[in-house]
């Protein structure tokens, strides 16, 4: 059985091919999102990796904020429901989600299950989100990637504002006019984006260590102001950015198994109807 997923975000496209709804044949990620050639590279780059073609699936799921985009897929499931499906396979028994996207950010709570039993999502402000970050990153001059080891070498994190990128940008370019070390704005931008998904994960109920998601969780330096901004430790979920992609591919397995156990009772109730008296 092979299952395709696909996520589209705002920032990047994301797909992974499984097989036997357990292990991944080939997986891409492509930083240019919903609205740009993303998600038609992505599809083409996991196609020429894995040697296989739309016929080749038994199933296939799009989820994030293009699902609607990829025209041969028929399933779409949101990406709530992918990432909190994704981010359990990678890592059994977690409880506690943080995602941070490239234009939200999600708290997701697992039930022991694996199943969710609440979600809050924070989707109305740039603020909190990869978007912030990269505003951010343009305003210091800096590469976005540099910006989780600068974190690191702060002593005194500048106050920056978590409830508008606007605001918060005009704050970065008079904390530079004084001459405010670079490290410090760093880490104070980072804990200003802890800020929104800090209280979201407070509304959800924290069990355990948390682990975070999406595209921001490669940045080392929100996720230590996160962490010490709740006071408990956060984790990294494997593969983080591809856990929406992970679950839309696992959703799609799913639905081929259903199928076919509904395929066999069927089957064995039209048999023991014909069955002799």
């Known amino acids: 059985m092979l299952t395709l997923g696909i996520d589209i975000g705002s920032a990047s496209s994301k797909a992974v091919i499984l097989a036997d709804g357990q292990t991944i044949v080939s997986q891409r990620v492509i930083q240019a999102g919903t609205g740009s050639s993303g998600p038609q590279r992505v599809l083409d780059a996991v196609f020429k990796k894995s040697g296989f073609s739309w016929d080749d699936f038994d199933n296939s799921v799009v989820t994030g904020y293009g699902r609607f985009s990829i025209e041969e897929v028929k399933n779409q499931v949101s990406e709530i429901t992918c990432h909190a499906k994704g981010v359990a396979f990678l890592v059994p028994g977690v409880h506690t989600i943080i995602d941070i996207g490239g234009q ?109 998601c999406g595209g921001v969780a490669s940045n080392r330096g929100v ?52 069955a002799p008296v």
């Open 104 to 212: 939200d950010v999600k708290a997701i709570s697992l039930d022991d299950r694996g199943f969710i039993s609440k979600f809050f999502m924070n989707d109305k402000c740039a603020a909190g989100t990869g978007r912030f970050l990269e505003v951010m990153s343009r305003v210091l001059e800096l590469d976005l990637s540099a910006m989780g080891d600068l974190h690191f070498q702060s002593r005194h994190p500048a106050q920056v504002s978590s409830t508008c990128t606007v605001f918060a940008e005009s704050e970065i370019i008079s904390l530079l006019s004084k001459g405010t070390p670079k490290e410090d704005i760093v880490a104070g931008v980072h804990y200003s984006t802890a800020v929104k998904a800090v209280a979201l994960a407070n509304r959800v109920g924290l069990r355990d260590e948390v682990v975070m």
């Open 223 to 274: 996720v230590d102001a996160i962490s010490k901004s709740l006071n408990r430790k956060v984790s990294i979920a494997p593969l983080a950015q591809l856990s929406g992609a992970l679950g839309a591919a696992l959703i799609a397995a799913e639905e081929v198994r259903r199928r076919k156990d509904a395929g066999r009772t069927s089957a064995a109730e039209t048999q023991g109807n014909h």
